[in-house]
């Protein structure tokens, strides 16, 4: 029940994440770089940059005066009373943050609740996809048998002859770089172990006696397929489903880690580690141990919920 | 020497024969790795257990012995002077016409010699002679060179020459100038000599109908006058043209050599240099040793600063001594930042040249080295590369670019709202220095007085400003300007994959515009896309980099010159002003009045703004106390000929 | 037998053809213009059409096809785009560095896990196995890359014990000072995925009647464990090890990244980045076929482990 507790707070805090209650703004720089979480000594000495620019950024020469070739030198002097008349916003960036801050002084907190939205997405959605498409080729395998089960046979046996890793870098190495593009690889690489359920699930209940006495009220074949036999095979989708969001978040992780994850104006857990791993080095672990942690603590409860899952509605296995 | 490393590290350009020679398939590697070992691939007979157990484990040792090759030298002996050290890209492969990757060309630089090379201490760099007895003078107005080469220098022994001694002459230098227009070669580089050289680009044509380039042929441009002379004749009067000379790319090499090894001239290299190829692990490990038939070399004193302590300490270290020093050279491609500055603080590398950004509080804290390698006598060198970052803006796109006062304000104001400072201080961490002009220091034409803060600066009030003043507000109040004519104002930052710098340089050009107002929205391309769309023009902007082939201004200011548009020129600049002053400063010898010329073009650059500039491009070199001789040469990845090791300090290091 | 061999080697070439179109498909269709990528940093209109032209990437897509399946035939895919070297010679030297890592790790890794795994079902039901199991989710559920982020540093550079990351061309010095680290690494990841499937592969055979009777018989726990149980639960876990055998060769690319192994995981991200279709076109076909080739081999162990296996 623990477990479930946790899932449901992470899935409220997607929502509510997804919906802008919290985090909207965690693109802020609300600190300075690197602030350092707020419950460790504030004693922490603070070395900022390497020191370097200062012995770079010696008085320089005159500025070089291009108003004979400017275009724009005919407003110079319009250009310069407007711009004395805008007031730079005085910007005071606090020392800490509660769980530290990134290169940009940006919250990891919020960074990792906004992450937390978008790995859970990516695992949500490409989990669905690909249960979606296990379930239909499944159904339809199992369901027809004969030459449409030759041919997704076929085609699962293309797929599963590909060792998975290399499967989605293949996929990765063709497509374009974004958020749709990992589901995309996920979902279509992913489909393979749900049709394997499913299709054995089909193959057993198309000779069951509740199918046939359908089939003898006249119920057609689509009617059969998922009215009558899918509410069946329901607790093999939702065991598949949780397995395969604990699978494709952490499928995330490595994807981002080698540029192929989200885009630069998202966040997602896996950007975040990935910053994570020159940070370490530098002494930043706060942003390593938020996303690792509150990843951690998901799939932990994900993964108990499904073994609970399993338990509950298929009492063969254990 | 070609783009930056990062841009490398993704290219590994290399060429590729139009049909793959006589292939060793997979079957036939199998079949000799099979033979000699083991009977039969037989395992899917059933067999008893025992049996299939020790096979299996025969197959496997003998396959992982194959692979790991014949060589099993455990460790070089005792007393040898040896240097280790990453690279921070994978090499491509060792033919000097063929690869235009700065690591490849780095080691191609110690086995191969060049006509020419840069004076090892002089700054700024300096021409010398290498297998040329002198530095050729201009003829006729900068149309002709002459080449005299030195006598007496020998290629390092090879099975090609079948026991002879080969000696190098003006012919070898021809055939790799022919060799990088053929176009079998596909040679990254061809472009050196490519409308230069009279008659080399008819004999490249006729290659092309043919599909056999004639080396036979003679190319008018190219003379052979005797055994040791050659002279070279050009279209047009250029007085660049001696710098290709210093490039591993044009190094002679023995045509009996690469017709001997035709179908992996990558993997046999035989050079007049200092080192040779000894092993080879692709993409892992690049053993060098001494070249036993090099004639040996001495430091060249003379262009020396007595004040630099560099320069003292490099001719303290190598007075006296006969180049090269070192016996073997061993050399790490690692592309990973942490394990390659974890194997220097650990010690397993001598060297470590261009320290990642990212663990420069570690070596640097506050500008100063730290206790620990201070204590371990670690040396640092900082070196401002002759290298730039930029983005360029599409000037034929009809929302950033064009030349109207209004477009113009459009990318001043987003040159002014980028947080340059940010840029150095986070993403940089400081290592780096802002870029004042597309001419970096370290080159010739380079202006230190030049100073361009004003209009490249973060300075978000002026650029605010700017855009209203323009017409560029906000209507709908959604925070984000619109154009003047009303429609929606949207940039597309085209920016390179994976890497965190590009990341985070993504994320600072967003923050910036969202900051003034203007939406910006990256988008990650893979670089083989972001190649084609850079030379297609489709992007609006886009990040880029340039390291000079040659320390000219001219090797940078080419990047705007109108022709060259969609070539080199990416951001297909055309302006009539700008192309004039070029083509002027092309005719030119090295002279003041042609730095007025390359002044007038970078404040024209800064007028119209095609280029947002980045960065001069600043390294952290370490190395260990041991590690004699070394002084980062600004044109040279490394200069193994010049080091040399204490071996009396290093085995105290090693010892506790 | 040697029917059952030769229909499932028969079996094998739809399969393989599908392979082979779906590759093709990914890259010759989906994927980019190769002649940009390998043109260099100057390319004129010219430079890029003439090596279009060597490629073939200007042929129509049929001859395409047709030049991808006699390059799978003939085991030669001539050389990598962008480094002029054989693929063969790629994917042959590379496959050693990755097996010195990873077959120790199967060997280590299993072992380990059978052993846990039949000491965690011994003690079912009990805190023991509660707690066990429960830091073993715990342990699954912390990213592969967190761990070696974390042990590298703190091992490799922290600790000084291993060395970072180094190769040698010395089976044996690979083995003893280079491979440790990446070894324990990967054998601690996967000892938790790994001893939670056998754990329930044990207790599944636990249910059967066998054990009743052979308890009944009075056999002691432990020996109806490691006698009847263990063998049966021997095919689960084979077919396991089946399945994970094949990526055995691609290896965990994130070690060899890491401890910069040159290995083919290593191999084939640089590929990805650098767009050489070539490299990753052949290990994926060769490596589909090799899966194929050991599915036929499990199908077959099972006979030995248990006769009651027929052929059909």
Redesign the interface.
Same mark, same amino acid.
Request: proline share 5%.
């Given at each position: 029940m623990a477990s479930l507790t946790v899932v449901a707070f992470f899935v409220a805090l997607m929502l509510s994440s997804a919906l802008g209650f919290v985090a909207h703004d965690w693109s802020a720089e609300v600190g300075i770089s690197y602030a350092p979480p707020a419950f460790i000594a504030a004693g922490a000495r603070e070395t900022t940059g390497a020191g370097l620019e200062t012995a770079a950024a010696v008085t320089g020469p005159k500025p070089v005066d291009i108003s004979d070739v400017d275009p724009l030198a005919p407003r110079y002097a319009e250009w310069r009373e407007r711009a004395g008349k805008i007031e730079s916003v005085r910007f005071h960036p606090s020392a800490t943050l509660p769980l530290g801050g990134d290169k940009w002084g940006r919250d990891v907190l919020k960074k990792t609740i906004k992450g937390s939205e978008v790995s859970i997405t990516v695992g949500l959605v490409a989990a669905l996809l690909a249960v979606a498409l296990g379930a239909v080729f499944g159904a339809t395998a199992g369901y027809w048998g004969g030459r449409v089960d030759d041919m997704f046979e076929w085609l699962y046996n293309v797929f599963t002859s590909i060792p998975y890793i290399l499967l989605i870098l293949a996929f990765a190495a063709v497509l374009s770089r974004g958020l749709a593009t990992i589901i995309l690889i996920l979902g279509l690489t992913g489909w393979t172990g749900v049709y394997r359920l499913m299709r054995a699930e089909y193959i057993k209940h198309a000779g069951r006696e509740y199918v046939r006495a359908a089939q003898a009220i006249g119920a057609s074949h689509a009617a059969r397929m998922f009215r009558h036999i899918l509410p069946n095979t329901g607790h093999v989708m939702l065991v598949q489903l949780s397995q395969h969001v604990v699978q494709f978040i952490k499928a995330e992780v490595i994807l981002s880690f080698l540029g192929l994850g989200v885009p630069v104006s998202m966040v997602s857990w896996g950007t975040m580690l990935a910053e994570a791993q020159e940070e370490l080095v530098i002494g930043k672990w706060w942003q390593l141990v938020a996303a690792g942690t509150s990843m951690a603590v998901l799939v932990t409860a994900v993964s108990l919920l499904t073994d609970a899952m399993r338990d509950a509605l298929d009492p063969r296995l254990r | 020497m070609s783009i930056l490393p990062r841009i490398n590290l993704i290219a590994g350009y290399g060429g590729r024969n139009s049909k793959p020679p006589a292939g060793i398939g997979l079957l036939s590697y199998l079949r000799a790795l099979l033979k000699s070992k083991t009977p039969r691939l037989a395992i899917i007979r059933p067999m008893p257990s025992t049996r299939l157990r020790v096979r299996a484990a025969a197959l496997l040792a003998c396959m992982v012995a194959a692979v790991a090759g014949v060589a099993a030298a455990a460790g070089p002996a005792q007393g040898l002077k040896v240097v280790r050290f990453a690279f921070r890209a994978v090499e491509t492969g060792f033919d000097p016409q063929r690869v235009d990757d700065l690591y490849s060309s780095a080691v191609n630089g110690e086995i191969f010699e060049s006509l020419l090379q840069f004076d090892y201490l002089a700054r700024p760099v300096r021409l010398m002679p290498q297998v040329a007895e002198r530095v050729p003078e201009p003829e006729e107005g900068g149309l002709v060179y002459t080449f005299h080469l030195k006598q007496g220098v020998y290629f390092a022994d090879d099975p090609a020459f079948r026991g002879r001694r080969r000696e190098l002459v003006a012919g070898d230098a021809v055939y790799a100038l022919k060799r990088l227009r053929d176009p079998r070669n596909r040679a990254p580089y061809a472009w050196l000599v490519e409308n230069r050289i009279v008659g080399l680009d008819e004999a490249h044509d006729a290659a092309v109908q043919s599909g056999a380039f004639d080396y036979d042929a003679p190319v008018a441009g190219l003379q052979v006058l005797d055994r040791y002379t050659l002279r070279i004749r050009l279209k047009r009067p250029d007085f660049n043209f001696l710098y290709i000379f210093t490039m591993p790319q044009t190094a002679p090499v023995a045509r009996e050599v690469i017709e001997a090894y035709a179908a992996d001239t990558m993997a046999h290299p035989v050079g007049t240099g200092p080192f040779r190829l000894v092993q080879w692990v692709r993409r892992s490990k690049i053993v060098l040793e001494r070249n036993p038939v090099y004639r040996g070399d001495v430091l060249e004193t003379a262009y020396a600063d007595p004040k630099d302590p560099i320069d003292q300490r490099v001719i303290r270290e190598l007075t006296g001594k006969r180049l090269p020093q070192l016996d073997r050279v061993e050399l790490y491609p690692i592309e990973e930042e942490q394990p390659r500055f974890l194997a220097f603080m650990n010690g397993e590398h001598d060297l470590l040249q261009e320290t990642p950004a990212a663990y420069i509080n570690q070596v640097l804290p506050g500008g100063h080295l730290a206790p620990t390698l201070a204590r371990a006598g670690v040396g640092f060198q900082r070196e401002v590369a002759p290298s730039i970052t930029y983005d360029l803006f599409q000037m034929e796109n009809p929302v950033v670019g064009g030349y109207t006062p209004s477009q113009v304000a459009l990318r001043r104001a987003m040159v002014l709202g980028h947080d340059r400072g940010a840029e150095i201080a986070i993403v940089r961490r400081g290592v780096d220095v802002p870029a004042q002009s597309p001419v970096p220091p370290g080159v010739v034409g380079y202006d230190a007085g030049f100073n361009s803060g004003a209009e490249q600066d973060f300075d978000p009030a002026r650029a605010q400003a700017l855009l209203d003043l323009y017409g560029f507000v906000d209507r709908d109040g959604d925070g984000f300007r619109e154009r003047p004519d009303g429609s929606l104002l949207v940039i597309d930052y085209m920016h390179s994959t994976g890497g965190q710098t590009a990341r985070a340089l993504a994320e600072l050009w967003e923050k910036s515009m969202r900051r003034i107002g203007i939406r910006l929205v990256p988008r990650a391309v893979q670089f083989s896309d972001q190649i084609r769309d850079r030379k297609a023009g489709k992007f609006m902007l886009a990040s880029a980099a340039w390291a000079a082939d040659y320390p000219d201004a001219q090797n940078f200011l080419q990047l705007l010159y109108g022709p060259y548009s969609g070539d080199s020129n990416d951001s297909r600049f055309r302006l009539p002003a700008y192309d004039r002053l070029y083509e002027q400063a092309l005719a030119m010898p090295d002279s003041p009045e042609r730095n007025a010329l390359y002044r007038e073009m970078c404040r024209l650059m800064l007028a119209y703004a095609p280029w947002r500039l980045g960065i001069d491009r600043v390294f952290v070199n370490l190395y260990r106390p041991w590690v004699l001789g070394y002084k980062k040469h600004p044109m040279y990845h490394i200069s193994l000929r010049f080091l040399d090791v204490d071996l009396a300090l290093q085995q105290a290091a090693a010892g506790p | 037998m040697t029917a059952f061999?030769l229909r499932r080697l028969w079996q094998m070439v739809?399969?393989l053809a599908?392979?082979i179109l779906?590759?093709f498909f990914?890259?010759n269709w989906?994927?980019?213009?190769?002649a940009?990528?390998?043109? /260099?940093?100057?390319?004129?209109p010219?430079?890029i059409a003439?090596?279009r032209r060597?490629l073939g990437v200007d042929q129509p897509y049929w001859v395409q096809l047709w030049i991808f399946v006699k390059q799978v035939f003939?085991?030669?895919f /001539?050389?990598?785009?962008?480094?002029?070297?054989?693929v063969?010679?790629?994917?042959?030297?590379r496959? /050693?560095?990755t +097996?010195?890592i990873m077959?120790p790790v199967m060997l280590i890794g299993t072992t380990l896990a059978v052993l846990f795994a039949v000491l965690v079902a011994y003690v079912r039901g009990t805190l023991t196995d509660r707690i066990v199991m429960?830091v073993a989710?715990?342990a699954?559920?912390?990213?592969?890359?967190?761990y070696i982020?974390?042990f590298?540093?703190l091992f490799?550079?922290r600790f000084?014990i291993f060395?970072?990351?180094?190769?040698?061309?010395?089976?044996w010095?690979?083995l003893t000072r280079y491979a440790p680290l990446p070894i324990i690494l990967a054998v601690l990841v996967g000892l938790a995925p790994e001893l939670r499937l056998y754990r329930?592969f044990f207790?599944?055979e636990l249910e059967q009647d066998y054990v009743r009777t052979a308890r009944a018989k009075g056999l002691s726990e432990a020996r109806v464990l490691l006698r009847h149980v263990l063998r049966n639960a021997l095919i689960p876990i084979l077919t396991n090890i089946g399945i994970y055998l094949?990526?055995l060769?691609?290896g965990s690319?994130?070690l060899e990244?890491?401890?910069?192994i040159?290995g083919l995981g290593?191999?084939?991200?640089?590929?990805?980045?650098?767009?050489?279709?070539p490299v990753?076109k052949a290990?994926?076909v060769?490596?589909?076929?090799f899966?194929? +080739?050991v599915n036929?081999?499990v199908d077959?162990a099972y006979r030995?482990v248990d006769p009651r296996v027929t052929f059909r």
């Open positions: - | - | 061999i739809p399969t599908g392979v779906l590759v990914l890259f989906v994927g980019g213009d190769p940009l990528v390998l043109a /260099g940093k100057v390319a004129d010219a430079t003439n090596i060597q003939t085991f030669d /001539g050389r990598s785009w962008s480094t002029n070297e054989e063969a010679h790629v994917i042959l030297t496959i /050693g560095p +097996l010195t077959v429960i989710t715990t699954m559920s912390v990213s592969f890359l967190v982020i974390v590298q540093w490799g550079f000084g060395p970072v990351q180094g190769w040698t061309d010395d089976f010095t690979n329930s207790l599944e094949p990526g060769f691609v690319f994130l990244v890491f401890f910069a040159p290593r191999e084939i991200i640089g590929a990805v980045n650098r767009s050489d279709f990753i290990v994926t060769y490596l589909a076929m899966t194929m +080739l036929l081999l077959l030995f």
